[in-house]
């Protein structure tokens, strides 16, 4: 950005128009300079350069963000510096343009669309606003709470503190999803009742008093909503297994045990009423999306949804606004004791916490065991050759892998991933967290690496 505005590569039109915060954002970033900047990222004085007159002299560019953005202490102030970037080019409110994350799963965007988030109801309408909370308390015939739902950092402090008693886990693997292993453990120890909802027996379920078997996405309908916000139909191919039952179906019957009847008999009544409660996806039904999905929002049963947001520059909040942010280290950064930055995440062969992958002959034969990716100039240094194991070890835990040399990591940075429980790297990445939404940093923390002179012991 310092180089777009110095170059005035930026859209003067559009921010003069359709923006505010311009200042800001440019007494911000004139600190950071290509010099500067290479030093805390590792790119070239050049590369930044030529990078900055690509996007400058585009016609026209989507950006496009996955997990490494987020996962981060800093995560909100870097999808905040993403939406800069393409607010100063003027790339907002076109086709083919915009800020687009990548979800980690096929359904993440449409969990948060129906309000699995904490401060938000369907729709993202929120929890805080009386006269959103009076709509779906007259819809339902119940009191709902004044206050915003608890994140899961929150959560677990609630638990340690003694504050929270009990915890429901919906196909969360936590033991080897959440950062500090040991932590988590001695979380869900504290708890007086833990109940997990999953399609298969996992690490999480040792902990549990009560198991409730889910059916999978194979075996239920319903809808899923992809990354550009289109609602698609979901079709049961069949029958789940067992006692196996619809996730909506165990709510619903739980909830009426306890003394309130939702009546709901089909996941399409369900979505009927999120529609009627929800005007960006009241002209999404059923019958509308039996071949192709929609895209919210769709406001009713004429609207033919919409290809991109903020077309004409029409903004919610009246115009785009810059958030300028400065750059921060990771909570934990590297020293003598702790050399190296561990970074973590997944890989093409098995997925996330192994639950399902990992009962798949084929993929334990890709990918059978956790490898730890490290650069070949630290591993001579190191004394480590290809294949040995060695250690990793963090101020929280210590995890035996076997090493991949590989130019895949700069020298001082090493990659692991959670799929395997014998070596899951949550147990010694940190639990530091984004202030703003929880998220923990999974993708920076001290470590160091010890040899095991290429003995299996």
């Not at 923006?19 to 300079?33: I, R, W």
């Not at 805080?128 to 994140?151: I, N, S, Y």
């Not at 369900?270 to 406001?299: A, F, K, N, V």
């Not at 429980?421 to 940093?441: K, L, Q, Y």
């Amino acid at each position: 950005m310092h180089e777009i505005i110095k170059n005035e590569w930026h859209d003067r039109a559009f921010i003069e128009s359709y923006t505010e915060g311009f200042e800001q954002l440019k007494e911000t970033v004139s600190a950071y300079t290509p010099e500067y900047a290479s030093g805390i990222c590792g790119i070239s004085v050049d590369e930044i350069r030529e990078l900055a007159r690509i996007l400058g002299t585009a016609e026209k560019v989507a950006l496009f963000y996955t997990l490494g953005i987020t996962e981060h202490t800093t995560g909100t102030d870097n999808v905040s510096t993403c939406a800069n970037l393409q607010i100063l080019l003027g790339n907002i409110g076109k086709e083919s343009a915009g800020v687009n994350p990548l979800r980690g799963q096929n359904n993440v965007q449409g969990a948060c669309d129906v309000g699995v988030l904490p401060d938000v109801y369907t729709g993202y309408q929120k929890a805080a606003d009386p006269m959103v909370r009076k709509k779906f308390e007259q819809a339902w015939g119940t009191t709902l709470p004044d206050q915003e739902g608890t994140k899961i950092p929150a959560m677990f402090d609630g638990i340690i503190n003694g504050d929270i008693k009990a915890l429901y886990l919906v196909g969360e693997n936590i033991i080897m999803s959440e950062p500090n292993q040991a932590h988590t453990i001695n979380t869900l120890n504290k708890l007086d009742f833990l109940i997990v909802q999953d399609i298969f027996m996992n690490e999480t379920v040792e902990y549990a008093d009560v198991v409730f078997p889910a059916a999978c996405f194979a075996e239920k309908d319903g809808t899923f909503t992809n990354t550009e916000r289109r609602v698609q139909r979901v079709r049961k191919a069949v029958e789940p297994p067992g006692l196996a039952r619809d996730d909506w179906w165990i709510t619903c019957e739980l909830s009426m045990r306890m003394g309130f009847d939702m009546g709901h008999t089909s996941a399409e009544q369900i979505w009927d009423e999120i529609r009627e409660l929800t005007p960006s996806m009241s002209g999404i039904t059923y019958r509308r999306i039996e071949h192709q999905g929609l895209q919210w929002p769709c406001t009713d049963e004429e609207h033919k949804g919409t290809c991109y947001l903020y077309c004409n520059n029409v903004f919610p909040c009246g115009k785009a606004r810059f958030r300028p942010a400065h750059w921060k280290p990771p909570a934990e950064v590297p020293d003598d004791e702790y050399p190296f930055v561990l970074t973590t995440g997944r890989r093409l062969w098995q997925y996330h916490t192994g639950t399902q992958t990992r009962r798949c002959a084929g993929f334990d034969e890709l990918l059978p065991e956790e490898l730890v990716e490290v650069n070949p100039e630290d591993a001579v240094k190191l004394r480590i050759n290809d294949g040995d194991y060695i250690s990793v070890v963090s101020r929280r835990g210590k995890v035996r892998a076997k090493a991949w040399l590989t130019g895949r990591v700069p020298p001082g940075v090493c990659f692991m991933t959670f799929h395997f429980h014998e070596a899951c790297s949550n147990v010694v990445t940190n639990n530091a967290f984004d202030p703003v939404t929880g998220t923990a940093e999974y993708k920076a923390c001290a470590v160091r690496l010890e040899s095991l002179n290429g003995s299996e012991g």
